[in-house]
């Protein structure tokens, strides 16, 4: 059973676009993360939930909306893509007990690669 | 700021030992580590906090010293299945989240 998971893998648009990004965790986790890795491979926190509540909104473009139906689940949704959107975006959840310090492990789902052409 | 791994990358020969480093400007509260193979998502290794005992995930182990924001991780006799790019992910006391590090690319060669 796939602990985390994303769709889809590889995601390819043109400039301008909107396009979403699921993830779904079935580890019974609290809180959901979006990460960001660039071309450098520099791995960067956008947003992370806790039940449903946002937690952490990172300095991100208003263009990038977070959206949790319920705690299993945090999509993404980008609207009107630029070139520097390119990247691959993973999902991750934990155990973490909302504003409580990060002492958990967090799972990582495989990653959605975005190429913005 | 994001806290920076040294080195950048090292080759190895199986069954030789390595050190990672991960330094930060901040006062940390937790240090985690996690790997990355290519084209696959990070695994977490193992996490060091605050006051806590140094850690160990197989024959991989790992320090934390709070008084100088760093934190070191130990290969020992490296394994083929060592090679990957090893983050640090730091914590300071009252952010919930982590920010990783530059990343470290180690190559373990037979």
């Known amino acids: 059973d796939t602990a985390v998971s994303q769709t889809p893998k590889y995601l390819v648009t043109q400039m301008g676009n909107d396009k979403s990004i699921k993830c779904e965790q079935n580890l019974g986790h609290d809180t959901m993360y979006w990460y960001k890795q660039d071309s450098k491979k520099f791995l960067k926190i956008m947003f992370s939930y806790n039940n449903k509540e946002l937690i952490i909104n990172e300095t991100v473009p208003n263009r990038f909306s977070p959206k949790s139906p319920d705690k299993a689940h945090l999509n993404l949704h980008i609207n009107s893509l630029e070139l520097g959107d390119s990247a691959v975006y993973f999902c991750?959840?934990?155990?973490?007990?909302?504003?409580?310090?990060?002492?958990?492990?967090?799972?990582f789902g495989p990653g959605t690669r975005l190429t913005v052409t | 700021q994001q806290p920076v791994q040294s080195p950048q990358a090292v080759i190895l020969r199986e069954g030789e030992d390595a050190v990672i480093n991960c330094s930060s400007s901040k006062a940390l509260y937790s240090v985690h580590w996690y790997r990355q193979k290519h084209g696959e998502a990070p695994v977490f290794l193992m996490i060091l906090l605050k006051g806590g005992e140094q850690m160990r995930h197989e024959k991989i182990s790992a320090s934390f010293n709070e008084k100088k924001q760093q934190s070191s991780l130990y290969l020992t006799a490296s394994q083929l299945s060592y090679s990957g790019t090893y983050f640090c992910g730091t914590e300071r006391s009252g952010f919930q989240k982590l920010v990783f590090g530059t990343g470290t690319r180690l190559l373990v060669s037979p």
């Open positions: 991750a959840s934990s155990q973490q007990p909302g504003l409580a310090a990060i002492s958990y492990e967090q799972y």
